[in-house]
């Protein structure tokens, strides 16, 4: 006979294993009519259909009744439904259900967008050392390589992926309008705030004298050839080569850094670059936690809590906890709940109510930690093939320049500022 370990049956159920526990005891006392199964002298509910009635009973029954004083009903501000779409609201509704994670990239619309525009202006300002200066060095002093890369080629488009606000790649911008090589400069990103504040700069910096394409587009999952497919197939694509940049390291980011990859992948040309940066996997990037832009914020800041606030959970639900997982590799930032949630989900399209518990993880963020090595293996399996490899001087960061791989291509350059991959 099949049966459910409690664990099991627990993430099924969305219930805690206490609660199974209490399943089993009252049915080997004969009040509940759960078929149960043992071995040896342990016991665990069987997976058949008369089961599968009963634990939706008990568990309607068990939300019915539960205490007042340990749960809550909540429902989002109405600022939630403006601020995201139809698809993107089930989108978050999924992730939290079944991930139990609030995706990252929804804290970067409206006011989220504006603090980490100031969090990235501080860094800016801060010196060097930090990701985002550590990355305006590393493509400076890459801006040789990059000419010789791009050199067989008249014209240059500046593609930027995961926008920020652009300052990191100000210098190759204005490297590239200067030598009157640059065609287009396009900007892709999911919010709309980010891609605002990117345009707004980059009018600031040049005098308004370089367009900025804008697009919407969700990198996760969303291809983006047909925004540069006349450039890549029409008349001009032997004289025009993509730029890529994917800088300041969103891939790290991404649940799975795969599938955003072979969407990238799947969206270039073959003579098309792709450059991207990111912390190496150092004792001091792993103790990394600062994203405030004041000092006084504490463990969360405005942007940790954007989509928490637009939920309407507050402080009185959660704790803080952020740490370095050795095992898995990643820096995690999350809240543990104190009492049981019911969120009340009605978008005018669909309503759910999703329900969240006492003593769960939801995670707020996280950064994949990589080494030379992982990072271009990475790279590799998603269908690149290295081009470049540079370091910054401080040694904390990676800047890594690949093009797909493809056996009717191959560049006889190298990068005579990169460091040589690892072995």
Not at 188 to 202: A, C, V
Not at 228 to 233: N, P
Not at 378 to 405: C, P, Y
Request: aromatic share 10%.
């Amino acid at each position: 006979m099949k049966y459910y370990k409690n664990a099991e049956l627990a993430k099924l159920y969305n219930v805690s294993e206490k609660s199974v526990r209490n399943w089993i005891d009252s049915a080997r006392q004969g009040k509940l009519s759960l078929d149960l199964y043992r071995t040896g002298e342990r016991v665990f509910i069987a997976d058949n259909l008369h089961n599968s009635t009963q634990l939706a009973k008990l568990v309607e029954k068990g939300r019915k009744y539960r205490n007042q004083r340990s749960h809550k009903r909540l429902t989002p501000k109405r600022e939630f439904y403006e601020t995201y779409s139809h698809a993107q609201i089930l989108d978050i509704c999924h992730d939290l259900e079944i991930h139990r994670e609030l995706a990252m990239k929804y804290r970067y619309f409206n006011e989220g967008g504006i603090y980490w525009d100031k969090y990235l202006v501080k860094l800016s300002d801060a010196g060097p050392g930090n990701l985002l200066t550590n990355t305006i060095e590393a493509l400076d002093l890459s801006l040789p390589y990059l000419d010789a890369l791009t050199q067989p080629f008249k014209y240059v488009n500046i593609v930027n992926i995961c926008v920020g606000n652009s300052a990191a790649l100000k210098k190759v911008v204005s490297h590239f309008h200067s030598k009157k090589s640059l065609k287009r400069f396009v900007a892709i990103d999911l919010s709309e705030t980010m891609l605002d504040i990117t345009e707004k700069r980059m009018d600031d910096w040049f005098d308004s004298k370089l367009r900025t394409e804008k697009y919407l587009r969700d990198i996760g999952h969303q291809r983006f050839q047909d925004i540069l497919g006349q450039d890549t197939f029409g008349e001009d694509a032997s004289e025009t080569v993509n730029l890529v940049l994917f800088l300041v390291g969103p891939i790290v980011n991404f649940r799975d850094p795969n599938e955003a990859l072979r969407t990238i992948h799947d969206s270039l040309d073959k003579n098309d670059i792709l450059i991207t940066s990111l912390k190496r996997d150092t004792p001091e990037s792993r103790r990394f936690f600062d994203f405030n832009v004041n000092a006084n914020e504490g463990l969360m800041n405005a942007h940790d809590r954007y989509l928490l606030d637009l939920l309407n959970i507050d402080d009185s639900c959660f704790e803080v906890e952020q740490f370095f997982d050795e095992k898995k590799l990643v820096r995690v930032q999350q809240i543990r709940l104190k009492l049981d949630i019911t969120l009340e989900i009605n978008s005018g399209r669909f309503s759910k109510d999703l329900h969240l518990f006492k003593g769960e993880p939801i995670l707020i963020w996280r950064s994949w930690h990589h080494s030379e090595s992982s990072i271009i293996d990475r790279f590799t399996r998603a269908g690149f093939k290295l081009e470049g490899f540079t370091k910054s001087k401080d040694n904390q960061l990676m800047l890594v320049a690949v093009k797909i791989d493809s056996d009717t291509h191959s560049s006889s350059i190298t990068n005579p500022y990169a460091a040589p991959p690892p072995q």
